[in-house]
């Protein structure tokens, strides 16, 4: 890739009128206050202030926005709510942040066809939330979910704690406006199934925002289940309840969540919000069942028997929908009740075979020990999908070098048992040198050749994804003048 | 006549012969093939590539063969089959991870019968599982009636192994049921029918075999009112395995239950009253599953369309197709109501095929919102009428062609057969 040459101030002036004349003044923001607030995403090791952030309101806005970028050579860089967890939305080259939080309207709902249509920075929850009273629900539902948008869950194929029965947002997306890199406005897949050629849609689910900027979204909505039964399961060790999860999956019960929580988190979780959880637990199983009303009771029944068989303490059920609620606000607070437990936290993202979790589980374990760090677990467990969460204190030089090596090691760890070195957060920046633990040279020059299918320039979200990205010179786009 | 396939000069490593007797047996479009090649191994797939790519020989990939006539002609002069015959090994099965990996050549019914000795399925629907192979059910993204409860195959795909044009050989996805490192490939071969490159491995993930299954008929006097019961068990947020009206001179609405006993059984009085409200009444004639499954894709009619629309929409399209049963065409048609899928088999009657094919794009005119249309099986003679079988391309063509020419730059696999004859 050719370097960014840094633009002279006049250049830069010339850049920041012309982006007021397409979005208005008051959606150009310079100040530096303002850079620094977007110069990173929830990863927040590395940062890079962008140039400028603009705040479009109309896809035609950011085809504008991306087809002055082009002309200037300038790089850009979508942006949703910046809950990222793997600096997705970081400006690693400078330039423009184009952020999608003015455009959050649902512009069509069709219940009886199951679809909705939402402008991209619509935030998650506001689509269940449209429809709830009538009995549907937009399924994937991040811990994020009250602040992330649908276009960034796009980006990222998010998850959350109820993939395991109800999958990820690429099985509820039928449809996508985006913006091609070059400025140009297309639309993708639609409302009917099976729209006739290659599943374009389902390419750029997860394509981390490098292959344009989409602007909307058309979503496929779920009917809300009639009935829930939410257990919590108390074990004194994390093997009984890696035991568990192992022979609920054994029995032919699908869970629509299977979440754990070891007992540091736990403690944590407890203190925060006095749920009257055990704090000498050893883990909890957080295990939810849906469905219609009839059947439920017996199948919450044998779960039940499966905790007791290894060993449960107690299992709790849910007696109201207060109840459930209350529980599921500790399983998605629970990082951030984390965030009382030491002055840095960073929250791993790792996939193994959920026949590995006890094996795994007790490595991160020796893993911890060997680097002299903490590190606490909570995630979900129904499908391999690991959040280490390392406590730690990033004014302290030696311990990040640890964390950092030790972060290193689970993800070498992921692979070695066949997994993958993220379930949900991304690549981004974060593990671009993890890539070649899964990937060939082929594997990726293959998705480096349909990377410029849609990003010939390679200005739209530079640096991330491929090793390659980050071995060209890295010079950012920035004026000469000392403005930032 | 058998060609060597290998590299130039002396061959060092795996090399596979193409065949070219029975090729008549590999006909598309009432033309054969020079040969069929039979790999044995992913290196010898990649050889095989390798050599058509040197005897500068197109490469139709085929599996079992069950839907590879769909699809325009092969546009070029000479080519030869690539078959997934003897790719025919479970590679790699672990019922606890509920992930199994298989060569691209097992069969659906050999994969179904490893699965159910640890009681479970993959729950991907075919008229033919004998025959249907794992790798065509992915190059077809191929469901059949189990799509309402399961979706298609791209939403069970894992993970998959390639050859590519340029006789690499790649790896998408991988064998765990959540993942996100890298572009979704598996979603860019699904449905890809064979243009793409020669899939060689896929990995999907299983289901627990539910504890019960249920198969309810119910006659309707007309389709239009087995379609709004069908609409009315979709409103009533049940979860069908499938709900499909069966048109084949009588009209039944047909529901497919599973899971518990007791959900099936609460399940099965709220289709009833849904059904009894439009006034459909119980019937204990009227295809059975396995009928229904193979209703459409194994009738002899020489004409098979496909459509696919927002449900609601479907009274619309029915309404459009009396008009081509009116002008005396036999019409057979299973219209899958949750997901707005139908399936028409035709034996033209007094329509040729001009005024067949201008009935046909009327009644998808009929709908009134999004509706495509894909011929599936024609008559040679009937081609220059139909012209593309996948219908007009559209706004997002252009990227699919240059997705297309980046990964298969000369055209190697299947031309011409795919949307807007790529």
Known sequence: MSAVLPASEPELQSLLSELESIVGAEAVLTDRAELRAYDCDA??????????????????????????????????VPRGAGTGLSGGTTAVRGGVIISTVRMKQILHVDLANRRLTAQAGCVNLHLTKAVAAKGYHYAPDPSSQGACTVGGNVAENSGGPHTLKYGVTTNHITGLRMVLPDGEIVGLGGEAEDPPGYDLVGLVVGSEGTFGIVTEVTVRLTPLPDAYRTLLAI?????????????????????????????LILQAIEDAFHLGFPKDAGAVLLIELDGFEAGLDEEA???????????????????????????????????????????????????IPRSKLPEVLREIGDIAARYGIRICNIFHAGDGNLHPCVLFDERDPDEVRRVVRAGEEILHLCVRVGGSITGEHGIGIEKIDAMPLLFTPADLALMERIRRVFNQGDLCNPGKLFPSAKSCVEVKWRPRAAHV | MREAAGAHGPVHGPRVEMAADGSADFALNGRIPAGVLRPK???????????????????????????????????????????????????????????????????????????????????????????????????????????PLFGAPRDRLLGLRAVMADGQTVKGGGKVVK???????????????????????????????????RHVVFRAQDAAAAVRAGLAVHAARLQPLYATVAYAGHVHLCVGLQGSAAAVAWQADRVAEACSEEGLAPSDEGPSDQ?????????????????????????????????????????????????????????????????????????????????????????????????????????DFPLMRSLKRALDPDGLFSPGRFVGRL
Request: glycine letters at 8%.
């Open chain 1, 301 to 351: 029944a044998r779960v039940r028997e499966i905790c007791r068989q290894n060993r449960a303490r107690e299992v709790r059920m849910a007696a109201s929908s207060e109840d459930r609620a209350r529980l599921w606000m500790a399983r998605k607070k629970g990082i951030g009740a984390a965030g009382r437990l030491a002055p840095s936290i960073v929250t791993q993202d790792g996939v």
């Open chain 1, 235 to 263: 074990f004194e060790t994390v093997d009984d309840s890696t035991r568990t999860v192992s022979d609920i999956i054994a029995a032919g019960i699908l869970p629509a969540a299977l979440e754990m929580i070891d007992q």
């Open chain 2, 179 to 213: 993942n996100v490192a890298g572009y979704d490939l598996c979603k860019l071969f699904a449905g890809s029918r064979g243009t793409l490159g020669f899939l060689t491995e896929v990995t999907f993930k299983t289901s627990p075999l539910p504890e019960c299954c």
């Open chain 1, 43 to 76: 990863y927040t090791v590395e940062k890079a202030t962008p140039t400028v952030i603009v705040l479009p309101e109309t896809t035609e806005q950011v085809a504008a926005v991306v087809r002055l970028c082009c002309r200037r050579g300038v790089p850009f």
């Open chain 2, 291 to 395: 009928h229904l499954r193979i209703l459409v894709a194994d009738s002899p009619a020489p004409v098979k369309l496909r459509f696919t629309l927002r449900p609601w929409d479907l009274v619309g399209l029915l309404r459009g197709l009396e008009a081509l049963g009116q002008r005396g065409a036999g019409l057979t048609l299973a219209a899958h109501v949750p997901t707005g899928i139908v399936a028409v088999a035709m034996q033209p009657g007094a329509p040729d095929a001009e005024s067949a094919v201008r009935l046909a794009r009327a009644a998808r005119l009929q709908v009134g919102g999004e509706c495509h249309l894909v011929w599936t099986r024609l008559p040679e003679s009937w081609r220059p009428s139909v012209g593309d079988v996948w219908g007009p391309t559209r706004g």
């Open chain 2, 41 to 147: 191994t992913e290196e010898e797939s990649a050889a095989a590539v390798a050599w058509a790519v040197d005897a500068r020989m197109g490469l139709v990939p085929w599996g079992g063969g069950t839907e590879v006539q769909h699809g325009n002609p092969v546009a070029s002069p000479r080519w030869a089959v690539l078959s997934s015959e003897l790719l025919n090994q479970v590679l790699d099965y672990s019922p606890d991870d509920m992930v199994v990996t298989c060569q691209a050549g097992v069969t659906l019914a050999a994969l179904s019968e490893r699965l159910r000795s640890h009681r479970q399925f993959l729950p991907i629907d075919a008229p033919h599982p004998d025959r249907a192979t794992m790798g065509g059910i992915v190059a077809g993204n191929s469901q059949g009636l189990w799509r």
